[in-house]
């Protein structure tokens, strides 16, 4: 199936696997949005807020973090798990992914949650495995853990295992969709190239994948959030204490 200009078959999976597009003309933004591209190089345009750092203070108004490090996980998180869900999402629907080079996706790092990108082309390619780690892993999280870990000294175990929570995540709600729709080859898929995105080395060690249900060798940090607790992936079984 090929990808259609607007990636409709995304939109029923819901908002986190949905991306605008070219062909939502009506609702592109109507000022110079800066690309992820930008937003990991720091090159954002002259006179625009640091797109990351906007996104942490965000979130960690939002929850009133005690820390910019946790809000910054949070933050982490959430723009992994929707990279995953809309690479995954056509995967498994397209069988094709569209190019998402950092050049060509557009964040509003303002917006609400989920994190609001905007794909500028589509160029379609492969829906395998190998391209989904080059186009996701290599193309977008390690260049953005990279970012994290100068601005926030967040450590590596940690945004890997919070990848590795946004794909398991990702993950779990196409299956779910596709159980209550009947689609035993949706599910199928969706476990073929999630079982091989956990085999690459980078994800390999970050958790244990038991069908859709994952338990992380890290935390995220969400239990210091104000009533966070324990997310249903954490390494922890109750939030730590002091």
């Known amino acids: 199936m090929d990808l259609d ?25 109507s000022g110079p ?10 090159t954002a345009p002259d006179g625009s807020p640091d797109p990351l750092d906007l996104r942490v203070r965000k979130v960690a108004a939002a929850l009133r973090a005690p820390e910019a490090r946790v809000a910054a996980s949070v933050a982490h998180l959430g723009l992994a798990a929707r990279l995953w869900s809309a690479a995954l999402g056509c995967a498994v629907l397209y069988g094709r992914i569209p190019d998402l080079d950092p050049r060509l996706l ?3 790092a303002d917006a ?31 260049p953005l853990a990279a970012a994290l870990r100068v601005r926030h000294r967040l450590a590596t175990g940690l945004l890997w295992g919070n990848a590795a929570s946004a794909l398991a995540g990702a993950a779990r709600e196409l299956d779910r969709w596709a159980r209550a729709h009947g ?12 079982a091989g995105l956990f085999a690459h080395p980078l994800l390999r060690g970050t958790g244990t994948l038991t069908g859709g249900a994952f338990r992380r060798r890290s935390c995220c940090l969400y239990y210091r959030v104000p009533g966070g607790g324990v997310c249903g992936d954490c390494c922890f079984t109750r939030p730590p204490t002091a």
């Open 112 to 142: 609400g949650a989920p994190d609001d990108l905007w794909l500028t082309e589509v160029r379609p390619l492969p829906g395998d495995t190998a391209t989904l780690v080059d186009v996701v892993l290599h193309g977008h999280l390690e």
């Open 106 to 108: 557009r964040w509003d």
């Open 33 to 42: 949005l800066p690309t992820l591209a930008q937003t990991y190089d720091r």
């Open 183 to 194: 689609r035993t080859d949706t599910g199928a898929r969706t476990r073929s190239l999630t």
């Open 5 to 29: 200009p607007a990636l409709t078959a995304l939109r029923p999976l819901g908002g986190y696997f949905a991306l605008r597009t070219v062909a939502d003309a009506p609702r592109a933004p």
